[in-house]
Structures are given as C-alpha cells and as structure tokens.
C-alpha cells in the first residue's frame, strides 16, 4: 500500500474538516524503475500519531495513554487573544471557548489552578513551537471550539460554566441559517413556483422522515439531566460521528470530558445492542467492543456511558419544528401531493378564495415551464415565450370567467387535459413498489417507463430524440433544446439513464486531447493503475500515460515485457479541478447539458441550496483516463460500483493508437458491443463510418442492487472463498460483469441493465445508487460532474446509512455528501419561495381591492 493510500486510510478517522487545507503537499521524485504493487482493502498498519497539521489535516483519533502525555510548552497568545481574555478576566463574564482547549491551559493567570478538561484532539495536539506559530484562534480541530461557555472567577482561574441554551442563546443571525423567514434570501437563487413545487413533491415525504427521526432522540436520550446543549454551525466544519463518520445533522450526543460525538442512528444501535460492525485489529486499540473511542478523561481511558452523554442539537432553537409545521401547510396549499402518512399531511385548505388565488398562480407559473427558463435559451425562444404569455393569458382570463379548468403551456390530449403537470406527475402512485424497510425509511421506486417514440413525441413535439434499449433509455439529440427537460424528467423520475449527443458542439476539444494534456502536465508525478490485474503503479510522470494512448510502443510495460493497460488514477483532486484545469473547468461549465441539474448554481441541483458557510461537498468535476480494453473483454476500465449522488459523464475524447494495424481492435469493437447486448439502434450507429464508440457501459437499476449483491456473492461462495465482513461486492469495485455473469443475472433474478455505447461527444447520465461498469473500447478521455436531483434524493438518503456500515478503511464509508443538510435547506428555501410569492400575491389583490 501507497504512503498516499496508507495517510487516506488514517485520515479517514477525524471529526471536523477544514474547507481548505493549507499544508503544503509532497513533492514526489520521478522513480528510477517501473513498481506494481498490488491495491488490497485490508487495513493498513496503524500509525501512531497524525498531527493536525498533516497534509491530510486529519487526526487519528486513537487516544493516548494519559500518564504518557507530555506537558506542553508555553504557547503566547496573540495580542487580540490577550487582550479578550484579559476584558473576559477583569469582568468574570461567561463566554463561549475562542481558543482550543491547549491554548487555554496555558494562559499565565490559570496556570497553577486545577486545568479544565481537555478535548479529544487537543490532547493529541503536539504543542511544538513551530505549531504554536501556525496554530490560529478558529482552530478547527478542538471539539469545544465554540461550543463549552468558560468564565474566570475572581482568582482569575478558568472554569467550565455549562454549554449554549439552544433556544435562549442563538442570535437572529443564527436562526437565519436554519428558519425561512421574510428577510434571508434563499441560497439556491432563481427558483420559480413549478420549480420550488417540483422539488417539495419529490423531496418532502424525505424531510418528513427525516423530521421524525430527529424527534426520536428526545425518547432514545438516557442521561437524567434533560439538558440539550447547542452546538452552533461554524464556519467551513464538518461535524461528524467518531462511529461511523456519518455527517451530524442535529440531534447527537457529546462526552462533557473529551467531547466524543455519536449520532442518533450510532446512539441507538448501542442502546439496542447491535454492532455497527467488528472491531478492526488495527483500530481495536482505544475502542471499546462497540467501537466507541474510549474517554480521554485525564483519570485513565474509561467507557462512555449512555446515561452520561450530552444530548446536543445543532439547528437553532425550535427551527426544524417550525420548517416540519410549514412544509406540510405549504405543500396543502399548492396542491403538492403528500404521501408521508402523518396527521399533518391530512389538513385540507377551506378557503375558497385562497384556493383559486394559488390556482391562478400555479397556471400562471407552467407558462414559463413551458419553454423553461433555461440559460441556453436562444433569443428567438424567448421572444416566441412573451408571444405565448400575451396569448395564454387571454385565454387564462376566458376559462376563469366561465369556470373552465385550463391548463396553459400543454399539449391537449385526452390524458393532459386539464391536469397539473406536478399533481399528476404520480398518476400510477399505487404501482410503486415499497421496497426495504430500514434505517433510511419505506424506498419509493417508480417502475420502469417504457416509450414509444408517437408517446413521447406527443409529450414534447420539436425536441429531437429517440428511445434504445427497448424504449428504456431515452438519447436526446440535441443539447441545447430548451424542452429537453420534459423528457429528461419523464424517465428520469423512474431512476432511469439518459444519454444525450452532440455535447461536444459546446466544448473546445483542443483542449482535452492527449497532446494538450502531455504539454500541459507530462513532468507531473502520478499514480497509474494496470486494468489487467488491478496493480498499482505508482509515481509516475503523467508523460508516460499520454504519449502511450497514440503509440503503443511508448507505453510502461509489466514485468512480462508486455504492453500494460493503464488508466490515470485520480486525477486531477476533485477538489483542485478548477485550480489545475482553469481553462478547461471554464469550458466545461459552458458546454455542460441539462443546466438545470448540472451546473453547480443549477436550480434543480439542490445541492446548490447548502448555504455557503457550510463546508461544500465534492461534486467534481473528475476526469476517467484510461486506455481501451477491447480485446480483453472480461477485464473492464472501470468495475461495477454505485455512487451516492448522480452524475454526468461526458466523452471528450475517443482515439486509436497510429503505430499499430488498427483492424483487430475494430472488429474486437464491434463483438465487445454484440456481446454487451446493445439493441439494433445502437449497433447500426456504432457502425457508421462517422462514429468512432468510446466506451461499452452497463447501468443496472437502483432496485436491482441487493439481487446483484446476491448473485456476487453467491459466486464467491462456488468459487471457494470467504465473505468478508464489513465489505460489500459493489461497494468494493471487485467485479466486472461479463457477458456469463449478466446472462446468469438475467435468467436467475430477472435483472437487466442498460447497455450504453458512449461515443465521442456523448453525456451519459447515472441516477445515484444505480450499480454500474464501464469497458472503454478505444482510449477515452472523459469528464465527469456529479450533482444531487430531487428525483434521487431517497437514494442518497438510504445510501448514507448504507455506507456507514462499511469498514472504516473503505473509500466509500466516509459520509461527504452530507444529505440531511442538502434535504433541509432545499425544503428551506422551496417554503420560503413559495410563502414569499403568496404573500406577494395577497398584497397586489388587496392593492387592486382598495383602489377600486
């Protein structure tokens, strides 16, 4: 294992993380002779310490033999810092911790008093010199940064004075974050009604869950004291679990001694008696049988006890009560479909006018959907827009004065007539299948929708497209369609895959060819991975890879002399994309499809709601490199493995090397596409002299990934091994599946996926939690950005708890998408849209009322 994979490994153990980390990084040598080493997911040795300052600015979180610590020197305070502690002396006023607990003890009027408790990390803090001088007062490591309230007596020594009332303390600044209300503008932007309406149907039964759960910790809470402290939002932290390493959302609890952390899901498999998983030997050490970090308290490492932990809350007062009581009054009022079950979503509104009031708005609204409000929207459409208004609103105006239901912006059939595009979007409710009672809730799975090309043409006439894979996979043609959303969100509501071509009309491909990339970064180290056997070659100067996807006599060869077949690993850091790649970054974000939903700022993106001082989940972009594997077909570029978020993927470049006959490789092409059981359609397009096919997908649906699991294990039990505990087929990214494997899936489940051949130009889009493979056939270049839909957001949801049941040395088991957050402040900002605009609208009327 790497030293790079090794401090990954380590790092994953922490409880708070920077937004950004201003270590500097490792300088790597270029090696002096070609290195596999083989990728294994057991857990690396374990590391005695990581200081807070290490390149991963991560801290392992085994704590130290107590009588082993030593003292740590003096550390001087800033002259701010003296001068607030000295006002904070001379009054005795209580004050919430602004420094990290090491700094504290050592300032000069404490120090021969008795020294108050040291959080988890600080006592791991290595309190050198040269850490005193990069240390600042925000030190996001300490656990009671901001959170324990302190006071000097009149001796001028510190003692602990309790923690934040969550309902007396927080400032209106502190509500604005969490409560909508008639000041704060919402995060997301430009959301319209349909849009806010649209989200709230598919979103809100989620939140509702979600609002339970929470109410759950007051009735699982043991602690006699039925104190609930407040930890207020920081800054660019991430708080998670020190169990699982699952994000805290609000409701935890915390050790008063070290500041330990568990959440609710964490909290209640303990008091039930249930192991999240084993105890991993390099971890065992400073865990108890439950894998609980023991207590740091200075008396000797000890257990926490549930009837001794802290029930601690992080949302501001009563808000997520008063988010609950609103979402289930707006959703009554816009006529928002509501199948969560609880009393409040029985509520009927009895207004009539106010109900003929939101109608007209709602109508009014679906005029805009019409053309949708798309950044790409040409000139020509917009202006065809205000024509359609001035039109539908006489006609509007006709149908109110003679009670006519009229619904503007929709092809008039017998099915549409009269019917709210939103309301209906569940027509066939009562076909969904409930599937997985669990930690995450009843899933909701739309079955699959089969079209013909006369249906789908009825629904959106003018956008260019055509259905595959028996009418399952929907490709449009044409990017920059402004409709292309009506029949993106018909398929893609049933967890289904889009395609869509033509994307590389929006790009510079100048810029994400082979060429650009070894001028650009050919002197720049780094890891590549042989898709043969899975090896690790580490070190790297990217040269090597570029120049061997046109030569295959400039490519690395393996120990048996023979070509290897290599794909990029990692690269760029998502994190780093726009910083490395800003031109291309750019050009990308310009030529992206389904705006909406893609772009970061996209209002169908609800990941664009987080606000901004919460640390931002890492969406991308991220490039796939890698060389065709067309003539291996049972080894793929990429193995089955499933994502937490949805994402597009985008082929920027497909070649074939000069050097060699090129024959082989394209007939080796077109059985690895027969093969993968691609319909006619595709083949015959695969076939045109003018498409040169990119890579061979398989996407299977989200439902359908207990049934892959099954038959994977299955075949490791024929195969004469064992099952690991706390691993996952999928998750592991263990297998390719051939065409064995799939026909065997088939016959024996009924699963099939959807076989995709990505050619150049070609987005594909894969819905969160749908398992997935990919062969690249030729060498491809792909760019891939992930995002959050409503239409998935139960996936993400059960996907979170499915992952923290994985081994902490898993890559997957790290919660970094943090949904809870996403799902609470999307349904933040819908409500607040939609309260805002009805409130906009009653005062007009009542204007209109008084003037007359």
């Not at 009149?154 to 003692?159: A, V």
């Not at 649906?701 to 004469?720: C, F, H, Q, S, Y």
Request: glycine share 6%; with cysteine.
């Amino acid at each position: 294992m790497s030293q790079k994979e090794l401090a990954a490994l380590v790092a994953t153990r922490t409880s708070r993380k920077r937004t950004v980390i201003s270590s500097p990084s490792s300088v790597r040598s270029e090696p002096k002779s070609i290195i596999e080493i083989h990728i294994s997911n057991d857990p690396a040795p374990k590391r005695a310490c990581l200081t807070a300052g290490s390149v991963s600015g991560k801290v392992d979180r085994t704590p130290p033999e107590p009588e082993k610590e030593e003292p740590c020197p003096v550390i001087q305070l800033t002259e701010e810092e003296e001068k607030r502690h000295t006002e904070f002396r001379s009054n005795c006023f209580i004050f919430l911790q602004d420094l990290p607990c090491f700094k504290l003890r050592q300032t000069p009027a404490d120090a021969g008093s008795v020294p108050i408790p040291k959080c988890r990390e600080c006592r791991r803090r290595n309190a050198s010199s040269e850490d005193a001088d990069t240390s600042s007062g925000n030190d996001v490591y300490c656990r009671f940064y901001e959170f324990r309230r302190l006071q000097y007596n009149d001796k001028g020594e510190l003692n602990v004075a309790g923690f934040p009332n969550p309902y007396s303390e927080p400032t209106p600044e502190d509500y604005a974050i969490w409560q909508p209300d008639g000041k704060t503008a919402p995060t997301s932007g430009f959301m319209d009604i349909q849009v806010c309406r649209y989200i709230l149907l598919h979103a809100g039964d989620q939140f509702c869950y979600l609002w339970r759960q929470e109410a759950e910790a007051l009735r699982l809470h043991q602690n006699p004291d039925d104190t609930i402290a407040w930890k207020k939002a920081v800054q660019g932290i991430r708080e998670i679990c020190d169990v699982c390493d699952t994000t805290l959302f609000n409701y935890h609890w915390t050790c008063r001694k070290c500041g330990f952390g568990v959440c609710l899901d964490c909290f209640k498999d303990r008091k039930e008696g249930q192991r999240l998983r084993r105890v991993e030997t390099a971890l065992q050490k400073g865990c108890d049988e439950y894998h609980w970090l023991l207590c740091t308290d200075p008396g000797g490492p000890q257990e926490h006890a549930l009837t001794e932990l802290m029930l601690t809350q992080i949302i501001a007062g009563d808000a997520l009560n008063v988010l609950g009581r609103l979402l289930h009054e707006v959703r009554t009022l816009w006529q928002v479909p509501q199948v969560c079950g609880c009393l409040l979503s029985k509520q009927a509104v009895e207004d009539e006018h106010l109900n003929e009031l939101i109608q007209d708005m709602i109508k009014e609204s679906q005029l805009k959907q019409h053309t949708s409000l798309s950044s790409l929207a040409t000139e020509q459409k917009l202006h065809q827009q205000q024509r359609l208004e001035q039109l539908h609103a006489k006609k509007l105006e006709f149908a109110r004065e003679r009670g006519i239901d009229y619904v503007p912006g929709r092809v008039w059939t017998k099915e549409t007539l009269g019917k709210d595009p939103i309301t209906t979007a569940f027509d066939n409710f009562k076909h969904i299948n409930f599937l997985r009672k669990g930690l995450a809730g009843l899933r909701r799975f739309l079955p699959p929708r089969a079209m013909t090309l006369a249906h789908s043409t009825q629904l959106a006439p003018g956008v260019p497209h055509e259905w595959l894979c028996d009418g399952k996979l929907l490709r449009l043609t044409d990017p920059l369609h402004p409709d292309n959303r009506v029949l993106y969100q018909e398929v893609w509501k049933c967890g289904q895959p889009v395609m869509i071509s033509e994307v590389a009309r929006s790009l510079n491909l100048d810029l994400w060819h082979p060429q650009a990339f070894c001028r650009d970064f050919g002197d720049k180290p780094n890891d590549l991975i042989n898709c043969l056997n899975g090896n690790l070659v580490p070190n790297q100067p990217m040269r090597h890879f570029w120049e061997g996807f046109q030569c295959i006599k400039k490519r690395l060869l393996d120990a048996n002399g023979k070509p290897m077949l290599l794909k990029l690993k990692d690269w760029p850091p998502g994190d780093d994309f726009a910083e490395i790649l800003p031109t291309r970054f750019a050009d990308l974000m310009k030529g992206l499809p389904m705006p909406e939903y893609t772009l970061r700022t996209g209002n169908l993106n609800i990941a664009s709601c987080l606000p901004k001082m919460f640390v931002p989940p890492d969406l991308g972009p991220k490039m796939y490199n890698a060389y065709g594997s067309a003539l291996h077909p049972d080894k793929g570029t990429t193995n089955l493995h499933l994502d937490i978020s949805d994402a597009v993927n985008i082929m920027v470049y497909v070649g074939i090397p000069q050097d060699e006959d090129s024959k082989p490789q394209m007939a080796a092409t077109q059985k690895a596409i027969a093969l993968g059981g691609c319909d006619y359609i595709t083949r015959a397009r695969c076939q045109s002299p003018d498409v040169l096919p990119g890579a061979l997908w398989h996407i299977f649906p989200a439902r359908d990934a207990d049934k892959i699991r099954d038959l994977l294990n299955r075949v490791t039990l024929e195969k004469g091994f064992r099952l690991e505990p706390d691993h996952d087929p999928i998750h592991d990214q263990n297998w390719y599946l051939d065409d064995k494997l799939r026909a065997r899936l088939f016959k024996e489940y009924g699963v099939e996926g959807h076989p995709i051949v990505q050619c150049l130009g070609d987005a594909v889009f894969i819905p969160a939690g749908a398992p997935h493979q990919v062969q690249n056939l030729h060498n491809c270049i792909k760019v891939a950005e992930d995002f959050v839909s409503p239409e998935n957001i139960t996936h993400c949801y059960h996907l979170t708890h499915e992952f923290r049941r994985l081994s902490h040395s898993h890559t997957n088991h790290e919660d970094k998408l943090q949904i809870k957050n996403i799902i609470y402040h999307a349904i933040k900002d819908c409500c607040t849209i939609l309260t805002r605009a009805l409130d906009e609208r009653i005062d007009e009327e009542m204007a209109k009322l008084k003037a007359d």
